[in-house]
């Protein structure tokens, strides 16, 4: 699968490696053979992304079966570590009163690192072991899929309206719909505001992750297309990644914890 091999040029390499193991009927698939249109499955996404979850929140449920109140081992004080500090990060920004919340933003905090630190795995290793066995195409890092960052966005957008409904009741939350910011005089007006808002929050949310990751994945490809060369520059960029796949889990988690706190929130 290496460009570096002649198998493909460097055109095709980076396509091959930026394309979806995808199934979806004979309707969707265009005159090459490839998937297109709203139900096309990515098989690579849904199963890499499920796996890492059943794998990281089973190991979470293992410990926390397990923990003890004596001196806890390496794992569980790591796992403690995490959670106390999304626990404080939602402690200093939402300011309601929900059992929601603090579990919501560690799922999303641990689930979105492990996607990302999927591209902290050397290019061609798992595309070139799915090969082996016959598949064609697979993308190993879930948070590079628009349409999984867009899901992830969604259940965010529907958790904070049905928080806000949950809180405020449905008469109050449709008064602020229509009378935030400049009244009921200008009701048309602060609909049209809060419609632009509400779509703009799982747009902004999502493309943020997405676009991150895959400028990163980008550049992974890019390096492995040096051949020889590509040991000096990889570590770095890997070691340099890490910071950025930490990050943009961080910044998902605490967007999330802000939309939750407004919803909460009256005016």
Known sequence: MSAEGGT??????????????AVCSDAAKDATGHCHGFWTFHLDTLLVSGILGLLVFGLMA????????????NLQ???????????QQVKDTFHGKSALVTP??????????VMNAMDLIPVDFLPVTAAAVGVDYLKVVPTTDPNLTFAMALSVFFITLFMGLKVKGFGH????????????????????????????RPISLSLRLFGNM???????????LLGIW??????????????????????????????????????
Do not use: C
């Not at 493909?8 to 193991?21: A, E, F, K, S, V």
């Not at 935030?180 to 703009?200: S, T």
């Not at 895959?214 to 492995?224: D, H, K, N, Q, S």
């Open 8 to 21: 493909l040029t460097t055109t095709g390499y980076i396509q091959h490696h930026l394309t979806n193991l």
């Open 62 to 73: 293992k410990v926390a079966s397990k923990a003890t109140s004596g001196v806890p081992g």
């Open 77 to 87: 004080s790591f796992i403690e570590m995490v959670v106390g500090m999304v626990d």
């Open 104 to 113: 919501l933003a560690i799922t999303i905090f641990v689930w979105v690192f």
């Open 173 to 200: 939350f449709m008064h602020e719909v229509f009378a935030v910011p400049f009244g009921l005089k200008l009701a048309p007006v602060n609909l049209l505001f809060r419609i632009v808002e509400e779509i703009a």
């Open 214 to 224: 895959y400028a990163g994945e980008m550049v992974f490809i890019l390096i492995a």
């Open 230 to 267: 590509q040991l000096p520059l990889a570590l770095p960029w890997a070691l340099f990644h890490i910071l950025i796949i930490t990050l943009q889990a961080f910044v998902f988690m605490m967007l999330t914890i802000v939309y939750m706190s407004m919803a909460a929130e009256s005016h």
